[in-house]
């Protein structure tokens, strides 16, 4: 009994490092190399998927059993209080292996919930890397635009300036002829 215990406490410790190493803030190149572990090598292989069932449904088996040992009422004396301490240890046992075993299975569910998570973040970030590289790529295209057309509006000032300037001075001119031709008269 203490050897497959032994065995279930480790499997707890294992799952529980692994889900606190996913759950630490780690930087984009392992959160790829995670997520692509998990889904090349873990997710697809029959043989990983087959020997997770079978040890789910021994974990299930073993947390049903010692759930049920564990909800067992003890025999009790006139006073209210257990016959023998040896049943008492048995049920904290049973409890302790409830917990130990419930929380196995629930780390089974947790950990690949928490690497899909990390997939869709590294998925995310490397389209926002993409997606702002060709923003910087618009943008200095769109600057290179800006410029040109700026360029073009300061020659389209210039001319404007110079034709209102040939402008004015053929009708002011024409005006000035006129008012010193009347002046002569």
């Known amino acids: 009994m203490a050897v497959y215990m032994s065995i279930l406490f480790f499997l707890l410790m294992s799952q529980m490092a692994v889900l ?11 959160r790829n190399c995670i997520s692509k572990l998990y889904n090349n090598y873990l997710s697809k292989s029959s043989q990983v998927k087959t020997a997770l069932i079978v040890l789910n449904c021994i974990v299930l088996s073993l947390f049903l059993d010692s759930y049920k040992r564990a909800n067992l009422q003890l025999p009790k004396r006139e006073h209210g209080l257990p016959v023998q301490p040896d049943l008492i240890v048995t049920k904290a046992y049973h ?8 929380f196995i299975l629930y780390y ?6 928490m690497i899909r998570l990390i997939s869709k973040v590294a998925k995310l ?30 020659v389209l000032e210039k001319q404007y300036k110079n034709k209102k300037q040939f402008v004015d ?6 005006i000035t002829e006129d008012l010193s031709v009347k002046k002569d008269k």
Do not use: H, W
């Open 20 to 30: 606190l190493v996913l759950s630490l803030p780690l930087p984009t190149i392992l």
């Open 108 to 113: 089974m569910i947790c950990i690949p919930f």
């Open 169 to 174: 001075e053929q009708k002011f001119g024409n």
């Open 125 to 154: 970030n490397s389209t926002s890397m993409t997606l702002k590289s060709d923003e910087d790529e618009m943008i200095i295209a769109l600057k290179s635009k800006l410029d040109s057309k700026i360029k073009s509006l300061e």
């Open 95 to 102: 409890q302790r292996n409830v917990y130990i075993s419930g």
